[in-house]
T-cell receptor, first 114, second 114 residues
Framework: GDSVTQMEGPVTLSEEAFLTINCTYT??????LFWYVQYPGEGLQLLLK?????DKGSNKGFEATYRKETTSFHLEKGSVQVSDSAVYFC?????????????FGTGTRLTVIP | GAGVSQSPSNKVTEKGKDVELRCDPI?????LYWYRQSLGQGLEFLIY????????KSGLPSDRFSAERTGGSVSTLTIQRTQQEDSAVYLC????????????FGPGTRLTVL
């Protein structure tokens, strides 16, 4: 079945440090891949997405590239800010197999300290 | 409203009681999803509604869980004879037409079963 495995954390970084959160997936079909973010006290928001192999999703300085050969979608940011402190979820949607729901990883809590 | 709304925001109940959780999706969105976010289980898909089609109930954990969507808009998730393991944050999301549509999440209902 479809599943997502992501780095558990928590991750604590100093401001302006480089961020990588690893995410790998297992899917029956050809999934779309997503990163969602949950800021403190707020709901889940889509951060970025990629719908096919080699696509790169980007938003707010974050990037992730859909790597079919390694079944990965790692999240990166070159210079984190305190405002990036949040929980990050990797997710997939495998609509080609008829599954419209999202499969989520367990989430990675990021804390950025000044 | 502009986003997905859920009510109540918090619900405390006693074991064995029934609870109803409500979701108002974004106007015009045809798809509606319920997820559960709990410690140790991460984010789990529960049920999916698309237009007038039969719902995908494949994620419901037991027959104590049911959901309805009236008039293609508002949805109610009902949990009968609540158990302590039902304690979680219940999230609702909606999306529009199309294959890769972004799901927009509500703020969630935090359910505590004593």
């Amino acid at each position: 079945g479809d599943s997502v495995t992501q780095m558990e954390g928590p991750v604590t970084l100093s401001e302006e440090a480089f961020l990588t959160i690893n995410c790998t997936y297992t899917a029956t079909g050809y999934p779309s891949l997503f990163w969602y973010v949950q800021y403190p006290g707020e709901g889940l928001q889509l951060l970025l997405k990629a719908t096919k192999a080699d696509d790169k999703g980007s938003n707010k300085g974050f990037e992730a590239t859909y790597r079919k050969e390694t079944t990965s979608f790692h999240l990166e940011k070159g210079s984190v800010q305190v405002s990036d402190s949040a929980v990050y979820f990797c997710a997939l949607s495998d609509v080609q197999t008829g599954a419209n729901n999202l499969f989520f990883g367990t989430g990675t809590r990021l804390t950025v300290i000044p | 409203g502009a986003g997905v709304s859920q009510s109540p925001s918090n619900k405390v109940t006693e074991k064995g009681k029934d609870v109803e959780l409500r979701c108002d999706p974004i106007s015009g969105h045809t798809a509606l999803y319920w997820y559960r976010q709990s410690l140790g289980q991460g984010l789990e898909f529960l049920i999916y509604f698309q237009g007038n089609s039969a719902p995908d109930k494949s994620g419901l954990p037991s027959d104590r869980f049911s959901a309805e969507r009236t008039g293609g808009s508002v949805s109610t998730l009902t949990i009968q004879r609540t158990q302590q393991e039902d304690s979680a944050v219940y999230l609702c999301a909606s999306s529009g037409q199309g294959v890769y549509n972004e799901q927009f999440f509500g703020p969630g209902t935090r359910l505590t079963v004593l």
